[in-house]
C-alpha cells in the first residue's frame, strides 16, 4: 500500500450538485490539540463507521468513566495491530490514547446535545446490506490466506520500518511537536497494517461507496433543511482518519454516483 500524505489541513470538497462537504483530518483515538480541531460551522455530520459502531461508542464511553483506560489495556493486551497503535501512543506526551476515539465521541455527543440536534449519518452500510455483507466477506477471505498469515509472524519488523517511513509523509505545522508527529506515524502505521491482505480493488470499491453515501448525506441533508438555505450553503463535516484522507480525497474527486442515505433517529 502507497504510504498516505499525512495532512493537518480540512479538505473542503464543494459537491457538483450543490453543498460542501468539509473532511477534518485527526489521529484515532487521541484528544486533538484546540488548534488542530475543526472550527468549520456545520449543518450535518457523517461518521466512517456503521450505526452499531456509533451505538457502541456511548456505551463504551460509559465504562471508560466508571473503568478509565479499560478499552485501551484490553486493546494493548490482545496483541493486534490496534493494540501495537495503543502502546505506540502510550508512550508519548499526547493527550491519550484512549477509547472510545475522544474526538468523534466529542463531536457525537456534541450533535446530539445541540439545541434541535445536529443530524447525525453513518457511513459505512448495515449488515442488512448484501454488497456490504459480499464486501467484508471478500475482505475477510483475503486476509486469511496462508501468505497473510505468514505476513503476521513479521509484524514487529515491518511495523518499525513502516513508521518509520512515514515520518517523511507528515506535513510540517506550527502546532505539531516531535511526539505528534511520531503518533501520526504511528497511526499511519497501524492503518496500512490493518488493511494489509485487502487488494487494492477492494479498498477502492469500498472508499468509492463510502464517498459515494457521503455526497448522499450532504444531499439528504440539503433536502431536510427547513432553514434560510441561501443564508449559508448546506455543510457536511466528516471527521477521518489521517491516514484515510489522501484516498478518500481521490475517490470522491472522480464520484459520479449519490447513494442517499438517512440520518440517525
Not at 484515532?28 to 488548534?35: E, G, I
Not at 461518521?47 to 466508571?66: G, H, N, R, Y
Request: include cysteine; proline fraction near 5%; charge should be negative.
Amino acid at each position: 500500500m502507497e504510504m498516505p500524505e499525512l495532512v493537518w489541513d480540512e479538505y473542503h470538497f464543494k459537491d457538483p450538485e450543490g453543498g460542501k462537504i468539509i473532511f477534518w483530518p485527526h489521529i484515532p483515538c487521541l484528544r486533538m490539540p484546540s488548534k488542530l480541531r475543526s472550527h468549520s460551522s456545520f449543518h450535518g455530520i457523517a461518521f466512517m463507521t456503521s450505526s452499531i459502531d456509533l451505538k457502541s461508542w456511548i456505551v463504551e464511553a460509559e465504562q471508560e468513566k466508571e473503568s478509565p483506560g479499560v478499552h485501551r489495556d484490553s486493546a494493548i493486551a490482545s496483541g493486534t495491530v490496534l493494540g501495537r497503535l495503543m502502546s505506540d501512543l502510550n508512550e508519548l506526551d499526547v493527550d491519550g490514547p484512549m477509547i472510545p476515539d475522544p474526538e468523534q465521541i466529542r463531536l457525537l455527543l456534541h450533535a446530539q446535545n445541540s439545541r434541535g440536534g445536529i443530524p447525525v449519518y453513518a457511513i459505512e452500510p448495515s449488515l442488512d446490506d448484501e454488497k456490504w455483507v459480499e464486501w467484508q466477506i471478500d475482505s475477510a477471505d483475503q486476509q486469511v490466506t496462508y501468505s497473510n498469515l505468514i505476513l503476521t509472524l513479521t509484524t514487529g519488523r515491518r511495523w518499525k520500518k513502516i513508521r518509520t517511513n512515514a515520518i517523511g509523509s507528515i506535513s510540517v505545522s506550527k502546532f505539531v511537536n516531535a511526539d505528534l508527529g511520531a503518533a501520526s506515524a504511528s497511526a499511519a502505521t497501524w492503518w496500512i497494517e490493518e488493511q494489509r491482505g485487502i487488494s487494492e480493488e477492494l479498498i477502492a470499491l469500498r472508499d468509492n461507496r463510502f464517498v459515494s453515501r457521503i455526497r448522499g448525506a450532504l444531499r439528504d441533508l440539503h433536502n431536510s433543511r427547513v432553514d434560510d438555505t441561501e443564508a449559508q450553503e448546506t455543510t457536511l463535516l466528516v471527521p477521518i482518519h489521517q491516514a484515510w484522507l489522501s484516498s478518500i480525497k481521490k475517490a470522491i474527486g472522480s464520484c459520479l454516483d449519490i447513494e442517499l442515505i438517512n440520518s440517525e433517529e
